[in-house]
């Protein structure tokens, strides 16, 4: 079995982030674990896991991209001045002293980051190895938080607190509640199985909005293979009073991320369609939300990715900035962009493989957390993420 390693773990030996640690934990997480196979005994078996951690010899080195030397190189901005400047000028992630840092590796597909201001921690899926993972940013901590995760994707947190998982394995989205039971928040839809929620998003009136694509029911890497029981791939919203299940857009080839702009009058979703085929979209739409009705309406193509790359997750900021993940294309596209209200690109920030997922956390929420295929990384901005728990 591969130990996850932070980058803490290469400060300090001493630090016990190790087998038994994990062990221990493991052993600790029974609890949790046999409340998931209790909640979804009736629904799934087997559980999909695909069980075999990475056996890698040589993780990827922690710690800061570049070595150390500022500015770092990792961070660009769109704005060429014609006259030297200090720094990518005009780039939001950049204070003089901000570097990209790999904080954690050794996961096979890190997916759908989530902090917990009040815990200081991330929680993030691995999703073919079926575990939520948990990054503690005072100490570097990891650990597996859940196994087995239901192949759990996107993760997101209410305003309560309380975590809300899209599960492939489950095709389900749930809730975690403070006491730290599951509750299934949504698996059907017209009486029929959803496919395999991917990831979602959390208004301030409580209702959840997540997307439903078929990457969790293909195969058994990431999931449990099954037939689609919906004939489209929606984007639904889960009425915070009845609990009602509806549809509020069904035109996307493969919804994907989902986020809100920081007033919620507009929410964006990305469309991952080009995974199916080369002339699906690789792009990201917003929409107008009428919260009252629970409608979308006005709907546009915000941005385009550079096929063949594509776009996985989204997050806003205070501003209104538009914070997107990119990969599986041209590796020097591989990382995230950022944009402004707008549309107009302002920079990127580049990592060294294929990102999939981000989330703003810290204290002050100026802190990037990004998922990068086997890896966690992280970067401070001189942004704040929007969503206020
Ligand atoms: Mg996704």
Redesign the pocket.
Known sequence: MTIPRTFFDIQNKARDVNRRTLLKGAAALAATGATMQAASAAAVAPLGQTGAPTTDTQPLPLGPLQGGRYPDSHLESMKKPKAPSFGPTGFPAFAGTMAVERVATGFRWA??PVYFPAGRYVLFSDIPNNRIMRFCEDDGHLSVYRQPSMNS??NTIDREGRLITCEHAGRRVTRTELDGSITVIADKYNGKRLNSP??AVVASDGSIWFTDPIYGIGGYYEGIKAEPEQEKHNVYRVDPKSGDIKVVVDDFVEP??IAFSPDEKKLYVIDTGFTDGPDNPSHIRVFDVDHAAGKLSNSKVFADMPKPSIT??VRTDTAGRVWLSVGWGDPNEDGVRCYTAEGDLLGKIHIPETV??LCFGGQQRNRLYICGSTSLYAVYTSAQGALKP
């Open positions: 997916e759908g994707n996107g991917n990831d994907n991320g996985d997750g999939a997922n």
